[in-house]
Nanobody
Framework: DVQLVESGGGLVQAGGSLRLSCTAS????????IAWFRQTPGKKREGVAC????????FYSDSVKGRFTIAKDNSKNMVTLQMNNLKPEDAATYYC???????????????????WGQGTQVSVSS
């Protein structure tokens, strides 16, 4: 089975940085679209960033644009999410998701990604 494992979460002060990683087993990241989502209790899951499999384009939610960066390292079969200038409202459980195929930039936030990790917790103190 395909497995995604997130790591790198933790507690950081507002304005600080964290780097999340998502490693994959049993498939090649280069063939997949990869995205990061986040969710807090009682709220809907929110798309954060997406890396398109077809053309390598990246997409971000407006709330993180300019602060977060998604990147792929195909040699390590890893996707990272560099999060800078963190705000208390960024606190959530962060999940990576993967899809074998093309995910359009216009619809990635609501796309039903097939594979999901278990999540890593990010806390931001004010």
């Amino acid at each position: 089975d395909v497995q995604l494992v997130e790591s790198g979460g933790g507690l950081v002060q507002a304005g600080g940085s964290l780097r999340l990683s998502c490693t994959a087993s049993r498939f090649r990241y280069s063939d997949y679209a990869i995205a990061w989502f986040r969710q807090t209790p009682g709220k809907k899951r929110e798309g954060v960033a997406c890396f398109s499999s077809r053309d390598g384009d990246t997409f971000y939610s407006d709330s993180v644009k300019g602060r977060f960066t998604i990147a792929k390292d195909n040699s390590k079969n890893m996707v990272t999410l560099q999060m800078n200038n963190l705000k208390p409202e960024d606190a959530a459980t962060y999940y990576c998701a993967a899809e074998d195929g093309y995910v359009a930039g216009t619809g990635w936030m609501t796309f039903p990604f097939e594979y999901w990790g278990q999540g890593t917790q990010v806390s931001v103190s004010s």
